[in-house]
């Protein structure tokens, strides 16, 4: 998969330019960040897609210094189940982080 980077946002679309993964995330008041939204393509659901995007977001984060919490519930479960791993980029709100993922982006 040949992921992009841009502010706010790691995708990854096809040779085509279709969206295949996508995981958004805004900045809070503190400046950690909060990962809002996570989209991987009907056509790779069930074949461990969403999880690896989350190990380039969150080895994304680890590079750059930047700490996160998750509104998005795979990306709070998916952080939840890492938090050995990636205690390092987690924030302190993650214990009582409100979920939410937003539903109403287009793809």
């Known amino acids: 998969m040949n992921w992009q980077y841009e502010?706010?946002?790691i995708y990854?679309?096809?040779e085509k330019g279709e969206l295949m993964c996508e995981a958004t995330f805004v900045s809070k008041e503190n400046g950690e960040l909060d990962i809002?939204?996570?989209y991987v393509n009907p056509s790779l659901r069930g074949q461990g897609m969403a999880g690896k995007m989350m190990q380039?977001?969150?080895d994304y984060l680890r590079e750059k210094g930047l700490k996160a919490s998750a509104t998005c519930t795979y990306a709070n479960s998916w952080?939840?189940?890492h938090e050995e791993v990636y205690a390092d980029i987690l924030s302190k709100d993650m214990v009582?982080?409100?979920?939410a993922c937003k539903i109403n982006t287009k793809h």
Do not use: E, Y
């Open 7 to 9: 502010d706010r946002r």
């Open 12 to 14: 990854a679309t096809d």
């Open 36 to 38: 809002d939204h996570t």
């Open 56 to 58: 380039v977001v969150a």
């Open 79 to 81: 952080l939840k189940r």
């Open 96 to 99: 009582d982080q409100a979920v």
